[in-house]
């Protein structure tokens, strides 16, 4: 595959991801107060949260799998992209919180059937541009859409036009990216299947495997000490720290620090390797101190770095497990990867709420120590791999 038709690949894909963002993040920025809204307790919440990612990121092992055995990484990215945005509009005929705490879980569940899959055929083409570039790039498209969501939704509140016309709107953004998603399946469908031309089926994640392990390991530590962005908008809601309408926008500019750091991230992470992976717990570990206070400022900085940690993630952690596994088996590896994020973000999420419930301190607390662990983590694996 040439660099040009690579670019030209992860440059579509990524306008692909910006429509659903600007569909599915445009919601996430008020679920957390539209469940509020329909009645939902603090823990219910993390739940709800914590459960929609935990079920969407173990199935990714499942798909993941199935998408390496039957190399239907087309069909996978399409079904789980068809789930992914009809959940959204839906939510606007939910009326009590439980059916829109379905809904969110479903919403996750479509990510998980097409994520590992797409960035299967992601990594194909991002191996003749750099991975940490071609993630980044994907990220940058990927995330303007996540910052012109929200700001949708924040006019749409502003104009008093209420939760349910809000989650409607973005039923728009919805249909583009399955139209455009339809233009880079006909364009590419025959160059890019996923694997390399003379890829082998039954390769396994040798000789790298070790390292692959203690980088899931620092991943779970990471992610179970990052706190949900709904439990921060629910705190945000609750305390009255900030008024409803600017909680999306402050969302937003969330997605837009995102955006702004996965290409210098990816550009890092092509000039350094796995090194510039210490970066995401230095980053996320003031986030729930910050934001677990009643300083509109704190929790404005703190939701920056939020975002800047999200880019981080979405970057250089799957340039990582691009890089240690074999093309045969990455949908396999990003299914691996995305169960033990799932898992580790269901377990931290109860607790950071059962935390939070009691003093929201507390929970930032816990967040600050798990990433402290994480680091360290990620630091004995980094020196063990260079010995080896």
Avoid at 259 to 269: D, I, K, N
Wanted: aromatic letters at 10%.
């Amino acid at each position: 595959m040439k660099a040009r038709s690579a670019a030209l690949f992860v440059g579509l894909m990524g306008l692909v991801s910006m429509l659903a963002d600007l569909t599915y993040e445009g919601a996430r920025g008020i679920t957390g107060p539209f469940l509020a809204f329909l009645g939902a307790s603090a823990l219910a919440v993390g739940l709800s949260s914590g459960l929609g990612e935990f079920a969407g990121y173990a199935l990714r092992l499942v798909t993941g799998l199935w998408a390496d055995k039957t190399r239907g990484y087309w069909t996978f990215t399409f079904v789980g992209y068809f789930l992914n945005l009809l959940a959204v509009p839906l939510l606007a005929f939910a009326q009590r919180w439980e059916w829109a705490a379905a809904l969110v879980v479903l919403e996750r569940l479509g990510k998980a059937v097409r994520t590992p899959a797409r960035d299967a055929l992601l990594a194909q083409a991002t191996a003749v541009v750099g991975h940490g570039k071609g993630f980044g790039l994907h990220e940058v498209l990927d995330q303007l859409g996540a910052v012109i969501g929200p700001l949708v939704v924040a006019w749409a509140l502003a104009r008093e036009l209420g939760f349910s016309t809000a989650f409607l709107i973005l039923a728009v953004p919805a249909v583009a990216a399955l139209s455009t998603l339809t233009l880079a399946r006909v364009l590419f469908g025959k160059v890019v299947a996923g694997q390399p031309a003379g890829a082998t089926q039954g390769a396994n994640f040798a000789p790298r495997v070790p390292s692959f392990w203690w980088l899931l390991a620092f991943v779970a530590l990471h992610v179970a000490g990052f706190a949900h962005f709904q439990l921060l908008a629910f705190h945000l809601q609750k305390h009255q720290v900030l008024p409803t309408v600017s909680i999306p926008v402050l969302f937003s500019l969330a997605m837009l620090v995102d955006g702004a750091v996965a290409l210098p991230a990816g550009w890092l992470f092509d000039r350094v390797g796995l090194k510039a992976l210490c970066l995401v717990p230095l980053v996320t570990a003031p986030v729930a101190l910050l934001v677990f206070t009643t300083s509109p400022i704190a929790a404005a900085v703190g939701v920056a770095l939020w975002g800047a940690a999200m880019g981080l993630e979405e970057t250089i952690l799957k340039a990582a497990v691009a890089t240690l596994v074999e093309a045969p088996r990455r949908a396999t590896a990003f299914g691996l990867f995305h169960a033990v994020s799932g898992l580790a973000w269901l377990v931290g999420s109860l607790l950071l709420a059962g935390l939070y419930s009691q003093n929201p301190l507390a929970a930032g607390a816990a967040s600050l120590m798990l990433q402290v662990l994480a680091l360290a983590t990620l630091l004995g694996g980094l020196a063990l791999r260079s010995k080896g």
